[in-house]
């Protein structure tokens, strides 16, 4: 359930502010955010996530519980052109594209909040609820004015 967006005409510091807002959410839940935001890379995500649905679809997997396990956004090709300034002189600046990597997961079972211990005694085997031990407060300083 992968999909990869290769050389997209925009630089990656801008793709991953919307790949930050979808990641580790549910489908449907990406995909709505991704229609409604102003920014020129979710048009182009959103067909990604769509992209990666058909996938998983083709692959058998249930596509009702699926959810953004990873996405990453690295840099691609690098164009590199010039700009004429004054005096004939010339200018070189960079435009960067950028390689999307999208992986989908389905949904993962909940975990246990607090894990069980068994403790064994002489006639029965009792089981005890464990929990991280709590950080004691500190108790404020005294300070003494003469």
Known sequence: MKALLTNYHQ?????RLVADLIRGKS???????????????????????????????????????LFVRMIAVNKGA?????????????????????????ELGANPKPKK???????KTED??????TAKPRAKKAKPAVVATE
């Open 11 to 15: 630089s990656p510091q801008k793709v």
């Open 27 to 65: 489908v449907p839940a990406a995909r709505a955010a991704l229609t409604f935001l102003p920014k020129k890379s979710s048009m182009a995500i959103l067909k990604l996530v769509d992209s990666a649905v058909a996938n998983a679809r083709s692959s058998g997997v249930s596509t009702d519980e």
């Open 78 to 102: 690098v164009l590199r052109r010039f700009k004429p300034m004054a005096r004939g002189r010339a200018a070189r600046y960079a435009k960067t594209m950028s390689i999307v990597t999208l």
């Open 113 to 119: 909040t607090k894990q069980t211990k068994a403790v």
């Open 124 to 129: 029965a085997v009792t089981t005890v609820k």
